[in-house]
């Protein structure tokens, strides 16, 4: 990998203080966000080839976990190499989610378990789930202490979104109740569930919870593109680390470049199109071990060719025989099309990548925002809000 170091003059990052969830400490203040379809283990160990950081999987319903669900249960295994082993929960009902966190304790299958209440995803909020749960704050409190005593000595942290919408904020009162509840940190989008990811990131949001919240670490997420808008990030809002989720498509080295700044160190990725090609390669190659099959593994990382092509010199042509890709072998003469002597194109493959979408007025149950509590059917079989698979 080709690492720029800046230009003299530049200013020299200091070292950020290491991140300590419970028991867990991360000398990186870094960790993953979990994407649907994109953090399964062959992308965590891809991103942590490259740099370091807590990495987490993709969003595990607690109902399918409880029923063990074959899917499920394979979103649910860690390789070898993860030593920390890091599963999000999703769930709506406090009795479930406490048994499926009972469970990943009991046998040993996590060393960190976060919580979503961020999803903006319309399956997901129109169940009350995700980002509209905590409005609910007598629900949310009652999932987050049943899920921090069931974790036991295993650290519990929650993720979460601003509000609903502008005039549904929710991230200062369910902030305070999940650190009175016990969680080890807590992570902000500085979005609502309307904004989806559209516009820019509230990180004035971001402060303010770190000022509401003395004694739980508060972590960062929105807009991180580079390594300098973490760093930014944590001077502007005094957050103790921060959440990366689009910003990784395509680049897993950016977690190389937000370890060297988070350790003070003036060094920057500025991979070539061969470089780009070997980390692609390797990202198909650790699919197929984790699908145990070549032919799913192809049809998984066409999703990925955009993000890690732009800006690079490669033809529509070729990028769309790229997207329909069907064997490992196929893959490698495509790739061997392409001049892998191309150096690092610059501006054009930084910035905003993945799908930003538009404000949108968030599908909810029927008389959410009514009121706080639970009201009429919203009691009954709470479990309906959750679906019988995961990953998003």
């Known amino acids: 990998m080709t ?3 800046p230009a003299i003059g530049e200013p020299a990052p200091s070292a950020v203080e290491p991140l300590r969830i419970g028991p867990l400490t991360l000398d990186v203040p870094v960790v993953l966000a979990p994407m649907a379809g994109i953090t399964n283990t062959a992308f965590r160990r891809l991103c942590r080839e490259y740099g370091a950081g807590l990495f987490v999987s993709e969003m595990i319903t607690s109902r399918a976990l409880v029923e063990r669900n074959a899917e499920t249960m394979r979103l649910i295994t860690h390789h070898e190499t993860e030593t920390t082993r890091s599963i999000q929960l999703y769930g709506v009902d406090p009795k479930t989610v406490s048994e499926a966190v009972t469970m990943l304790v009991a046998e040993d299958r996590a060393d960190h378990i976060d919580l979503n209440f961020g999803c903006p995803v319309p ?3 129109r169940k009350g789930g995700g980002a509209a749960l905590p ?3 007598g629900l949310f409190r009652q999932i987050v202490e049943a899920a ?3 974790a036991g000595p295993i650290p519990l942290t929650v993720k979460m979104r601003k509000g609903i919408d502008a005039d549904h904020l929710t991230y200062i009162e369910a902030g305070k109740a999940a650190a009175g509840a016990g969680v080890s940190s807590i992570a902000l989008h500085g979005r609502t569930a309307a904004e989806f990811y559209s516009g820019h ?3 004035s949001a971001i402060e303010k919870l770190k000022n509401a919240i003395s004694d739980v670490p508060v972590l960062g997420n929105g807009d991180i593109w580079s390594a300098d808008d973490a760093l930014r990030m944590v001077r502007e809002t005094g957050c103790d680390g921060v959440v990366v989720g689009r910003g990784c498509l395509g680049r897993p080295w950016l977690f190389g470049d937000l370890a060297a700044a988070f350790r003070g160190q003036q060094l920057k990725a500025e991979p070539g199109l061969g470089q780009v090609i070997n980390a692609f390669r390797r990202h198909a190659e650790l699919l197929t071990e ?7 593994a192809c049809r998984d990382i066409r999703k990925h060719v955009a993000w890690y092509f732009k800006g690079y010199p490669v033809g529509g042509d070729l990028r769309a025989s790229l997207a329909v890709v069907q064997s490992l072998a196929q893959l490698d003469d495509l790739l061997g099309t392409l001049d892998a002597s191309l150096p690092y194109p610059g501006a054009d493959v930084e910035g905003p990548r993945g799908r930003a979408g538009t404000p949108k007025k968030p599908s909810l149950p029927e008389h959410w925002l009514e009121s ?7 009691r009954l079989n709470l479990t309906e809000g959750e679906g019988d698979t ?3």
């Open 135 to 137: 409005w609910k704050i």
């Open 3 to 5: 690492l720029r170091t």
């Open 372 to 378: 706080q509590d639970l009201v009429g059917a919203q």
């Open 201 to 203: 990131a509230d990180w």
């Open 123 to 125: 399956k997901v909020t």
């Open 290 to 296: 984790y699908f145990d099959s070549e032919d799913r």
């Open 390 to 392: 995961s990953g998003g």
């Open 148 to 150: 921090v005593t069931a």
